[in-house]
C-alpha cells in the first residue's frame, strides 16, 4: 500500500482526486485506491 500512496500522490499532483482506499482483507487480500481523473471517471491503483 505504501506503493500505491506514493503513485496517488503523483496523479494528485497532476489533478486526479482520492475517492477513497481498501485496506487489503488479510491473509491474501489487496488493497486499492480508487481515484478519479480530472473529467470525473474512475480508475484503480492496484
Known sequence: ?????????????LGATRVRRYEPDPPMGAGFIVMADPEGNEFCLD
Open 1 to 13: 500500500m505504501a506503493a500505491l500512496e506514493v503513485e496517488c500522490d503523483r496523479l494528485a499532483a
